[in-house]
């Protein structure tokens, strides 16, 4: 799931051999390049947004099911309500899970740079002076 696999498997060819000229181009140009993608940016920039859905989609859905419960009395609107916090925890459950990885891929990015940031230290310092 994260970070995206940065070089998937290539799309398979359609049935009839050759891929339709004008309307590739012109999807592709609404979405990001692969390379950025890839790159540290366009991984954050994905988590961001796989986050920011996970968010608005629980609180969307506990606010309906909520209404749902509270101002409708029939039997349906119960199990909507139902059904509604069922998805209210599966969405933040996935919303944990997203937070949990962008976390520990900051953290892998900040000991990174520390562990190049002490390499050069250690370079620069004078080992003479013991």
Not at 18 to 33: E, T
Not at 49 to 57: I, K, M
Not at 66 to 91: L, R
Request: proline share 8%; aromatic share 10%.
């Amino acid at each position: 799931m994260w970070p995206p696999d940065p070089d998937p498997d290539p799309d398979p060819e359609p049935a009839g051999g050759s891929r339709p000229g004008p309307a590739v181009p012109g999807l592709r140009a609404l979405l990001p390049a692969r390379a950025f993608l890839c790159s540290l940016k366009g991984r954050l920039l994905l988590a961001e947004s796989d986050f920011l859905r996970c968010v608005t989609a629980a609180l969307i859905y506990f606010a309906i099911s909520i209404t749902a419960i509270a101002k409708y009395s029939d039997g349906a609107s119960k199990a909507a309500g139902v059904f509604g916090f069922f998805a209210t925890i599966v969405f933040a459950t996935d919303f944990y899970l997203i937070f949990n990885d962008v976390a520990k891929f900051l953290k892998q990015g900040d000991s990174a740079d520390e562990t190049t940031a002490h390499k050069t230290e250690e370079e620069n310092s004078d080992s003479d002076s013991d």
